[in-house]
């Protein structure tokens, strides 16, 4: 349905231009008609009225008079044409501005990326660094805004689309810790345990990276 909209709206913005550039073209041919109508007119009252005059120098200046006129008139046309152009190519230029919004707006929508960036760029700086500025190039405050503490929440948006309001809502989650899956767990299995000495060692999580570490514990395994 979106795509049959935009090229219905195209074709709609297409013959509107279309219609003004002949609206303009009319209204050209009307006014040159209209000129030269005038000019005729015109002309023949002065060579009534100076009929008693020399003819060579009646003639003369008429001459200069009509090429003076048939200068300006094309000129007037040319200024004419000249706007009608420009008007046409900023008409177009606003059409393909819009067509690029909202076919960017539409791949925006349908991004489906992973949440292992944001997780990942929650405690990496360099990965942080190197993610806003490739997303945020030419929004100089969205991409001080990504490298601040809203880092996490800002990624969730950029990876996820509005056709994926569930994945990005357990990306916010992620990053209000809702959602602490560790990244690459070890596991830990009961004969593991059990051939242990004395000292069990057991996963912990890191609060700082959110991976499993191994750390020691002074629990024998028979307490266990």
């Not at 944001?118 to 500025?133: Q, V």
């Not at 969730?156 to 899956?181: H, L, P, W």
Request: proline letters at 2%; hydrophobic letters at 30%.
């Amino acid at each position: 349905m979106v795509k049959k909209e935009e090229e219905v709206k195209e074709e709609q913005e297409e013959q509107t231009i279309q219609k003004q550039i002949e609206q303009e073209e009319y209204k050209s041919e009307c006014l040159e008609k209209s000129f030269q109508e005038r000019e005729l007119d015109d002309k023949f009252e002065e060579i009534q009225r100076e009929s008693m005059e020399d003819i060579d120098e009646v003639n003369l200046q008429a001459k200069k008079k009509i090429q003076n006129s048939r200068n300006k008139l094309k000129r007037t046309i040319q200024q004419m044409k000249l706007k009608s152009q420009s008007k046409t190519q900023n008409l177009a230029s606003k059409l393909k501005q819009i067509r690029n919004k909202m076919s960017k707006e539409i791949m925006l929508a349908n991004k489906n990326g992973n949440i292992e960036t944001c997780r990942k760029g929650k405690h990496s700086a360099d990965l942080k660094e190197s993610y806003c500025n490739e997303n945020f190039v030419e929004d100089w405050t969205r991409n001080s805004d990504c490298k601040g503490d809203d880092f996490c929440y800002i990624c969730c948006e950029t990876e996820f689309g509005a056709m994926y309001v569930t994945q990005r809502d357990n990306c916010y989650k992620m990053c209000d810790k809702v959602i602490n899956k560790p990244i690459d767990a070890p596991v830990v299995t009961v004969s593991e345990v059990k051939k242990s000495l004395n000292t069990l060692v057991v996963p912990a999580v890191s609060d700082d990276s959110g991976k499993w570490v191994w750390a020691p514990k002074e629990k024998t395994a028979e307490n266990i």
